[in-house]
């Protein structure tokens, strides 16, 4: 059987006419330098166009390089920098991706002290379905400062009630750094946000990578957070060294303690530093060898129920010397949740603060899916927590911090308003940095030094000149808090509620939050379950302090359906916690093995240019989408 080459067609003409003017200008700078001895450089430059064109002509791993040799790398380089230009030459101030042109100005104009004032009104369509706002008041108030906080772990000389209490109350700003790792955040990154969190009197998370020195140069207050990997309190084996927690936990730096369950990046996902990472600086802040491989599980082995978990705060609790010690997670199951809840009840150990991590979170790099669709947003985790806790009567007992997409203090105050006690932020101080949404943090080439282990790239992050910025940037948001409290009659964030905030239905409805969002009577989960919204009505019976699995639920904690027609007009939910329990019983069904079973590791680079294109290079192996791939793979 015989090939023909292709048919002289406009569209090959198209396709090749690049590599073909590439050749044109090679021989004719080449007979410029015979003839006239110049020419030179431009025999230079389209020699090497040419070889391109041969190379990307044989290559087999790009279809569209094969198809437009040297005119395919076009396309490469409009899509590496396909970001930038949507960024700054496409996007409107107010699209968010995820942050918006508009957050991010107003982060680095407070954090500058520059002017926040708009001129000309707002941009928002306040027609628009979903707007928001908060009620002013005709007789607004003066409140003397900005500086709000918060008793967490009872107050000095009354300690909350419960096993093994807190006996070092921490008084924290409303507004703080939320969890970030000195590993994926730079050294530089880590000493300014330390400093200024100790110029403006406010709370730094460690993240899971433990306490490193630049955390402690400067001294800011740090809520040490302790997750499944155990950094800087672990045993070689990797287990829970309480020995080595308690030698840090007592130190006066650290405030309070954070045991991490869960975050909203990546809830239910563990994670690996590659050893080609792990420095002997990042080895030294979590306790691990150089060059070795660090794993993140994605569950704790310290514990495994309910009850365990609680009796890990009671533990971390003591051996810091009585400090504010609490968890954080993203809400997923309701009756996980709830079980720690029945745990509380059962054990008498309550935590001091739980924070409630929301999945619109993005400081850790994570799968596609984990992003967009694992996690509960935190809207929905926060009023769940908070209702939970009224409704078993333990709310005065617990604080309730959270994260998500907190920038602003309208975002404080509707996050206050929810449920919360105070908020963190992660982006918006990494904005205060220089961030500039690159979306390049799992690369290692961040342009501005905040999300990189390059020293180089690290320089350009100054020090000096940034942590004041961080210290500004919650200076003049709490400011701004503090006048909305002002014109809306109040005197202190706690006293923000949902009947403060109105949103926007459709055209010709708005409603305040407190008619849209459920809320919970004190006691009313112990005393009045078959009344409450279906999550406590048909959850709270299969939860079991002893395990996060769903149970059998028992006779009395199984609530008759008392439900009216017009409850649940939105769908047909079941009608009691036992149908529940019987749709969540595992169905056991044999699986077949694989016939081809592909590894999900990284495919290496084929030893050799396969006999044709259509040959499949020996050795190869699925994707398994690490965080060091680029997020755009070449086609």
């Not at 070689?236 to 080595?244: C, T, Y």
């Not at 936990?249 to 650290?254: H, M, W």
């Not at 500004?472 to 006293?495: C, D, I, R, V, Y």
Request: proline fraction near 8%; aromatic fraction near 8%; include cysteine.
């Amino acid at each position: 059987m015989s090939t023909s080459a292709p048919p002289l067609t406009p569209s090959n003409t198209v396709r090749y006419s690049t590599l073909a003017l590439c050749v044109l200008v090679l021989v004719l700078s080449l007979f410029s330098m015979i003839a006239f001895g110049r020419g030179g450089l431009w025999f230079l430059l389209s020699g090497l166009l040419v070889a391109l064109g041969v190379y990307d002509l044989n290559q087999t791993r790009h279809a569209i390089l094969r198809n437009y040799p040297v005119l395919g790398h076009l396309r490469f380089a409009l899509e590496f920098i396909r970001p930038e230009i949507r960024q700054y030459f496409i996007e409107s101030d107010t699209e968010a991706q995820p942050f918006s042109r508009a957050q991010r100005s107003v982060v680095y104009q407070r954090a500058k002290g520059d002017p926040d004032n708009r001129p000309f009104g707002t941009q928002l369509d306040v027609g628009a379905e979903g707007y928001e706002w908060i009620n002013h008041s005709l007789h607004p108030t003066k409140i003397e400062s900005h500086d709000f906080r918060i008793w967490i772990g009872g107050q000095p000389g009354q300690p909350h009630e419960g096993t093994d209490a807190c006996t070092q109350p921490y008084s924290a700003s409303v507004f703080n750094i939320s969890a970030m790792s000195f590993g994926a955040l730079s050294a530089n990154a880590i000493l300014a946000l330390n400093q200024g969190a100790k110029i403006g009197g406010f709370a730094h998370d460690t993240g899971e990578g433990s306490i490193s020195q630049y955390h402690r140069v400067h001294g800011g207050d740090l809520i040490w957070e302790v997750a499944s990997g155990y950094f800087g309190c672990r045993n070689p084996d990797g287990s829970f060294s309480p020995e080595r927690f308690e030698a840090q936990a007592r130190e006066p730096q650290v405030k309070m303690i954070e045991i991490k369950l869960s975050q909203g990046a990546k809830p239910g996902h563990g994670g690996m530093l590659p050893g080609a990472k792990v420095t002997p600086e990042i080895a030294s802040a979590r306790g691990i060898p150089v060059g070795v491989d660090c794993i993140s599980p994605a569950t704790h082995s310290a514990f495994s129920t309910p009850v365990g978990l609680l009796q890990f705060v009671a533990e971390l609790r003591r051996l810091s010397g009585g400090k504010p010690t609490g968890f954080k997670l993203c809400i997923g199951h309701p009756w996980e949740w709830f079980a720690i809840a029945k745990a509380m009840l059962e054990t008498g150990i309550t935590p001091d603060f739980i924070v409630v991590d929301g999945a619109e979170g993005g400081t850790g790099a994570a799968p596609v899916e984990f992003v967009d669709h694992v996690g509960t947003p935190l809207q929905e985790g926060l009023r769940l927590v908070h209702n939970t806790l009224v409704g078993i009567g333990l709310r005065d007992r617990i604080k309730i911090g959270c994260a998500g997409k907190v920038i602003t203090a309208f975002d404080v105050a509707r996050m206050l308003a929810l449920g919360a006690d105070w908020c963190n932020a992660a982006r918006g101080y990494m904005m205060a940095l220089g961030c500039l949404q690159a979306q390049s943090c799992h690369t290692g080439r961040c342009p501005t030094g905040v999300t990189t282990q390059d020293p180089l790239r690290q320089k350009a992050l100054v020090v000096g000149d940034k942590a004041p910025r961080v210290a500004q940037f919650h200076a003049n948001t709490l400011h701004a808090l503090k006048e909305l409290l002002q014109a809306a009659g109040l005197k202190h964030p706690a006293q923000v509620t949902t009947h403060h905030i109105v949103r926007r239905i459709d055209d010709t409805e708005v409603r305040l939050l407190s008619t849209l969002l459920p809320s919970v009577e004190p006691g009313a989960i112990l005393n009045d379950l078959a009344h409450l919204p279906n999550v406590f009505r048909l959850y709270w019976p299969l939860a079991s302090a002893h395990s996060f699995a769903p149970q059998e639920p028992a006779a009395s904690e199984a609530p008759p359906d008392l439900r009216s027609s017009h409850m649940s007009h939105k769908g047909r939910a079941p009608s009691s916690a036992r149908d529940v329990a019987r749709e969540l019983q595992p169905v056991q069904q044999p699986t077949p093995p694989s016939e081809h079973p592909v590894a999900a590791e990284q495919a290496p680079a084929p030893a050799a240019t396969p006999a044709s294109p259509t040959q499949v290079p020996p050795g190869w192996a699925a994707s398994d989408g690490d965080a060091s791939t680029p997020p755009a793979e070449k086609l």
